[in-house]
Nanobody, 124 residues
Framework: QVQLVESGGGLVQAGGSLRLSCTASGLTFSSYSMGWFRQAPGEEREFVASINSRGSITDYANSVRGRFTIARDNAKNTVYLQMNSLKPEDTADYYC?????????????????WGQGTQVTVSS
């Protein structure tokens, strides 16, 4: 049984930082590209960042590029999202997802497994 478990969400002031983690089990983690998506209340889910299976290639949404960094540790079956210079508009539930292919993707339909999400709230 595949599980993706996110952690690290919380309440932070604008300009602050948070690091999200997502630990996977039940799959060959190093064979999957990983992604982070988010969904704000009343909004559609949107792509945030993706990383290839080897951790050598990343992709970001324009809204977070330069502020967020995605990374992975295949030895720990974990993907991270370092979020700096947070803005109130970053407030959302953040989800990690696993794609059974090595390449990055911003399309949610490419991802097979999803975590339950972790809430991030940025106050102004």
């Amino acid at each position: 049984q595949v599980q993706l478990v996110e952690s690290g969400g919380g309440l932070v002031q604008a300009g602050g930082s948070l690091r999200l983690s997502c630990t996977a089990s039940g799959l060959t983690f190093s064979s999957y590209s990983m992604g982070w998506f988010r969904q704000a209340p009343g909004e559609e889910r949107e792509f945030v960042a993706s990383i290839n299976s080897r951790g050598s290639i990343t992709d970001y949404a324009n809204s977070v590029r330069g502020r967020f960094t995605i990374a992975r540790d295949n030895a720990k079956n974990t993907v991270y999202l370092q979020m700096n210079s947070l803005k109130p508009e970053d407030t959302a539930d953040y989800y990690c997802a696993a794609r059974p292919a090595g390449w990055v993707s911003g399309d949610a339909d490419d991802y097979r497994y999803w975590g339950q999400g972790t809430q991030v709230t940025v106050s102004s």
